[in-house]
């Protein structure tokens, strides 16, 4: 609801202090009526979106009058048929996803419809998604449309640390599941846990030196996305298989998300006795 609200704000849409308390309370009511069409069965769950677009009576570049909030709903299954299927990166794209000052921090399709031909030349060359990079520097923003997550033995402190870019600059989507999984691995204490713009020079220095473990996207479909290969100038970095911290990451949030185990306060909202156990 918070992310709505500033996505929001930041297209100039009026009614961005709507009643966040009151839309979820409609989210229970329409989640109950179409129980009927979530599938049976581990891994199914029902989508859903809430949406805001512009009704405004006349074409032109100007700040609406009038709005219409609605959600979509839609059954999916299992994101992972057949287990974990890590998937393979290029970072060689001369394309940039967002930039600082722009929208890269607010859930707006304008960030995602530019992302389509990179992604299809990614899969031309045999990649699945593109990381995306940004700066001199090659730092580390996104992947596809997850947020990305490296967890590596730090060259300073000599620790493992799990490492994601921040939300300081303006420029990286704070992903629901992101942020779950930051409170989750920080109540863990087993590692470090940083906020910080990683570089492709570190991450390729910490493949050559053995020190690169894992890395994953995050995001609301997939939880968790395995990756296991990162092309960078030409020429691919591998990436161990699936590891604990990956693993871990997804029985903990699938667990609560079904009830299996008790999540932080907050986490889960139940709608119906009926439906508590499924995922929505």
């Given at each position: 609801?918070?992310?709505?609200?500033?996505?929001?704000?930041?297209?100039?849409?009026?009614?961005?202090?709507?009643?966040?308390?009151?839309?979820?309370?409609?989210?229970?009511?329409?989640?109950?009526?179409?129980?009927?069409?979530?599938?049976?069965?581990?891994?199914?769950?029902?989508?859903?979106?809430?949406?805001?677009?512009?009704?405004?009576?006349?074409?032109?570049?100007?700040?609406?009058?009038?709005?219409?909030?609605?959600?979509?709903?839609?059954?999916?299954?299992?994101?992972?048929?057949?287990?974990?299927?890590?998937?393979?990166?290029?970072?060689?794209?001369?394309?940039?996803?967002?930039?600082?000052?722009?929208?890269?921090?607010?859930?707006?399709?304008?960030?995602?419809?530019?992302?389509?031909?990179?992604?299809?030349?990614?899969?031309?060359?045999?990649?699945?998604?593109?990381?995306?990079?940004?700066?001199?520097?090659?730092e580390i923003t996104e992947v596809g449309a997850m947020n990305v997550f490296f967890y590596l033995i730090?060259?300073?402190?000599?620790?493992?640390?799990?490492?994601?870019?921040?939300?300081?600059?303006?420029?990286?989507?704070?992903?629901?599941?992101?942020?779950?999984?930051?409170?989750?691995?920080?109540?863990?204490?087993?590692?470090?846990?940083?906020?910080?713009?990683?570089?492709?020079?570190?991450?390729?220095?910490?493949?050559?030196?053995?020190?690169?473990?894992?890395?994953?996207?995050?995001?609301?479909?997939?939880?968790?996305?395995?990756?296991?290969?990162?092309?960078?100038?030409?020429?691919?970095?591998?990436?161990?298989?699936?590891?604990?911290?990956?693993?871990?990451?997804?029985?903990?949030?699938?667990?609560?998300?079904?009830?299996?185990?008790?999540?932080?306060?907050?986490?889960?909202?139940?709608?119906?006795?009926?439906?508590?156990?499924?995922?929505?």
């Amino acid at each position: 609801m918070e992310r709505l609200s500033n996505s929001m704000a930041r297209l100039q849409m009026p009614g961005a202090d709507f009643n966040r308390n009151e839309l979820i309370q409609c989210l229970s009511e329409l989640v109950q009526l179409d129980e009927k069409w979530i599938p049976q069965g581990e891994g199914y769950s029902l989508y859903i979106r809430p949406t805001v677009i512009a009704t405004h009576k006349f074409l032109g570049l100007a700040a609406p009058d009038s709005l219409l909030l609605y959600v979509i709903t839609s059954p999916v299954g299992p994101y992972y048929k057949s287990g974990f299927n890590p998937i393979r990166l290029t970072a060689d794209t001369s394309y940039v996803r967002a930039w600082p000052g722009g929208t890269g921090d607010s859930k707006v399709g304008g960030n995602y419809a530019p992302t389509m031909k990179p992604a299809a030349d990614a899969a031309k060359h045999g990649y699945s998604q593109v990381l995306w990079l940004f700066g001199e520097n090659d730092e580390i923003t996104e992947v596809g449309a997850m947020n990305v997550f490296f967890y590596l033995i730090n060259k300073e402190t000599g620790k493992p640390e799990l490492v994601t870019a921040p939300l300081t600059r303006g420029d990286i989507l704070p992903g629901v599941t992101r942020q779950s999984i930051l409170d989750l691995c920080r109540s863990w204490g087993d590692f470090d846990v940083s906020e910080r713009f990683a570089t492709m020079p570190e991450i390729r220095e910490a493949a050559n030196d053995n020190r690169l473990l894992e890395v994953f996207g995050a995001g609301t479909a997939a939880v968790v996305s395995p990756v296991s290969c990162i092309q960078y100038k030409g020429k691919d970095i591998d990436i161990p298989a699936v590891g604990e911290v990956t693993q871990r990451v997804w029985d903990e949030i699938t667990g609560i998300q079904y009830g299996k185990t008790e999540g932080p306060p907050g986490w889960s909202i139940p709608v119906d006795a009926k439906i508590v156990n499924k995922q929505s």
